[in-house]
T-cell receptor, first 112, second 114 residues
Framework: DAKTTQPPSMDCAEGRAANLPCNHS???????VYWYRQIHSQGPQYIIH???NNETNEMASLIITEDRKSSTLILPHATLRDTAVYYC?????????????FGTGTRLQVTL | DAGITQSPRYKITETGRQVTLMCHQT?????MFWYRQDLGHGLRLIYY???????DKGEVPDGYVVSRSKTENFPLTLESATRSQTSVYFC?????????????FGDGTRLSIL
């Protein structure tokens, strides 16, 4: 699986959009971009994933650049409960038991 | 929707003891996984299972045993616990292992071995 690079930390004011970047310049054509988050003392929580197109669900939006070398997770209206470590992961869509490789992630702090 | 549950949430035991961590999912997912999370190492895959009675090793399987007699359960056993196995253990499940299928995690078991 391709390696990802994320900033170690970010701050966001409550109610504003949080834009979390991820670089995955070595991504292959069959690799998906996944986002998870981990709130203190809880298990990783799946947020969203995509291959080429931008995706949106009830939690967030995922914007993938045309060359697929980077992506941005957008939390449209961040709340204090969104304070967590966010992990960007790229993952092959073929093969057996493709484990998730979590890097160090971005620690997002949402403040009043 | 119960999802995936792990028990116990916290466990303290002594070196040499056997301990079993339980994982139960209600989605009828085929695949189940066990990870451990340690500072400086992120999450590491211990074992996984593709279906009932089918299990395979991950990247750090030594000292652990798994079984899967029913689709919904995937217990992890430490046959003779060591201090190096002090960690937070997460169970996960997914419909398949294809890249388009997310894994969903439980809330973990925090295991301390004295």
């Amino acid at each position: 699986d391709a390696k990802t690079t994320q900033p170690p930390s970010m701050d966001c004011a409550e109610g504003r959009a949080a834009n979390l970047p991820c670089n995955h310049s070595t991504i292959s054509g069959n690799e998906y971009v996944y986002w998870y988050r981990q709130i203190h003392s809880q298990g990783p929580q799946y947020i969203i994933h995509g291959l080429k197109n931008n995706e949106t669900n009830e939690m967030a939006s995922l914007i993938i650049t045309e060359d697929r070398k980077s992506s941005t997770l957008i939390l449209p209206h961040a709340t204090l409960r969104d304070t967590a470590v966010y992990y960007c992961i790229v993952r092959s869509y073929t093969g057996t038991a493709s484990k998730l490789t979590f890097g160090t992630g971005t620690r997002l702090q949402v403040t009043l | 929707d119960a999802g995936i549950t792990q028990s116990p949430r916290y466990k303290i035991t002594e070196t040499g003891r056997q301990v079993t961590l339980m994982c139960h999912q209600t989605w009828s997912h085929s695949y189940m996984f066990w990870y451990r999370q340690d500072l400086g190492h992120g999450l590491r895959l211990i074992y996984y299972s593709a279906a009932a009675d089918i299990t395979d090793k991950g990247e750090v399987p030594d000292g652990y045993v798994v079984s899967r007699s029913k689709t919904e359960n995937f217990p992890l056993t430490l046959e003779s616990a060591t201090r190096s196995q002090t960690s937070v253990y997460f169970c996960a499940s997914s419909r398949s292992t294809g890249g388009n299928q997310p894994q969903h995690f439980g809330d973990g078991t925090r295991l301390s071995i004295l």
